[in-house]
Structure formats: structure tokens, C-alpha cells
T-cell receptor, first 114, second 114 residues
Framework: NAGVMQNPRHLVRRRGQEARLRCSPM?????VYWYRQLPEEGLKFMVY????????ESGMPKERFSAEFPKEGPSILRIQQVVRGDSAAYFC????????????FGNGTRLTVT | AQSVSQHNHHVILSEAASLELGCNYS??????LFWYVQYPGQHLQLLLK??????LVKGIKGFEAEFIKSKFSFNLRKPSVQWSDTAEYFC????????????FGTGTQLKVEL
């Protein structure tokens, strides 16, 4: 059973471009979470999704950031018009539908904005 | 809202030394508690978790943690560290009934020297 797959591992974008980060959850997992890790900081919650639904987006910046988890295909975290402050590691985690099941994390995507 | 504090940001130990990493949380209700480890270049892995019952929990690789409710603490321990324990360690909590959304501490970077 493959783990949580994130791609790309490294992404370089110039200011103003768009960044798309992909996350394929573990097989059988219907819940996906996105976290951001800034240098010298812990992981900060961004958004929690189930298939086709956003459950909790309280950690998402109000502008430029969006997330989706379609019925088919991976979850996508999209950052429009990137700025240098968006440079960070973005981690995806997934879990099955059982309450209290622990999160399984991917290797992350390191975004660098130049 | 809940928060998590990890007081030691960087710890350096010699092999065979004992380890204790501090973790305190603030939240007035019932929480689940976790320790995750991130080895260099790898994804976060679950070391151990506490939901209820015996406050002393044992995890993988010889790690254990003790939940002390009166102190809002969940310190991680290992009697004798190995060079391969060099990694970053994250304490995390979620609120029961809160959608499994984790709140992380800032992490402790452990370096074990030969």
C-alpha cells in the first residue's frame, strides 16, 4: 500500500506565477489535510477536505490560495500570484473515515519563490 | 483554540544518553496527543499516540511518553538514544470531535553524536 504521494518534491516559481501542488492520499483514505511549514516554525494547518467538500479552511489565507479534492484524482493546493513569503514546505496528510484514525503524511513539496 | 509548546528547539546528546523532550498544550477540553518524528529528507511518521487509558504510552523504536493531565504535559522519553534517532520531533494535539485536525508544536531538532 503506497503512502501519501506528493508531487513535485521541489517547485520553483517566480513571483506572480501560479503554483500547483498535488497530493494523492493513501488507498482507502477519503480525508485530506494540507499543512504549511515555514522556516523555524512548526506545521500550520491550512485546510481539511473530504471528497468534493471543504470541511475546514480556517487556516487558509483569504486570498490567492485554494484547495480541492475532486471525486477522481488527487487533491490540489493552488497558489496564485505567488510571493516570496509563500516559500515553504507544504505537507499533505490523509486518513480513513474512522474517527480518531491518525494522519499519514507525505514527503512534502518544497516551494521556492524567486 | 488549542496550542502546543515545545521548549527545547535544539538538543544534542551522545549515544546511550537518556532523552526527554518536553511538550505542553493548552486547551480546556479533551484532547488526543501525538508525537511525530521526521528523519532527514523523509515524511513525518507517527511515533506514538494517546487517546485514553494508561497515561504511559509506548511507541515504536523504544520511545515512550507520559500524559500528565494536571500539568497539561506529554513528554517524550527514551532511555538510551542511538545515532539513528537524529531527527526532528513534533508534538501535536487534536480536539476530540474536531475532525482530527492536528495542532503542532514548533518541533525539537535532536542530534545524536557518536
Amino acid at each position: 500500500n503506497a503512502g501519501v504521494m506528493q508531487n513535485p518534491r521541489h517547485l520553483v516559481r517566480r513571483r506572480g506565477q501560479e503554483a500547483r501542488l498535488r497530493c494523492s492520499p493513501m488507498k482507502g483514505h477519503s480525508h485530506v489535510y494540507w499543512y504549511r511549514q515555514l522556516p523555524e516554525e512548526g506545521l500550520k494547518f491550512m485546510v481539511y477536505l473530504q471528497k468534493e467538500n471543504i470541511i475546514d479552511e480556517s487556516g487558509m489565507p483569504k486570498e490567492r490560495f485554494s484547495a480541492e479534492f475532486p471525486k477522481e484524482g488527487p487533491s490540489i493546493l493552488r497558489i496564485q500570484q505567488v510571493v516570496r513569503g509563500d516559500s515553504a514546505a507544504y505537507f499533505c496528510a490523509s486518513r480513513p473515515g474512522t474517527d480518531n484514525s491518525p494522519l499519514h503524511f507525505g514527503n512534502g513539496t518544497r516551494l521556492t519563490v524567486t | 483554540a488549542q496550542s502546543v509548546s515545545q521548549h527545547n528547539h535544539h538538543v544534542i546528546l551522545s549515544e546511550a544518553a537518556s532523552l526527554e523532550l518536553g511538550c505542553n498544550y493548552s486547551y480546556g477540553g479533551t484532547v488526543n496527543l501525538f508525537w511525530y518524528v521526521q528523519y532527514p529528507g523523509q515524511h513525518l511518521q507517527l511515533l506514538l499516540k494517546y487517546f485514553s487509558g494508561d497515561p504511559l504510552v509506548k511507541g515504536i523504536k523504544g520511545f515512550e511518553a507520559e500524559f500528565i493531565k494536571s500539568k497539561f504535559s506529554f513528554n517524550l522519553r527514551k532511555p538510551s538514544v542511538q545515532w539513528s534517532d537524529t531527527a526532528e520531533y513534533f508534538c501535536a494535539v487534536n480536539v476530540q470531535g474536531g475532525g482530527n485536525k492536528l495542532t503542532f508544536g514548533t518541533g525539537t531538532q535532536l542530534k545524536v553524536e557518536l
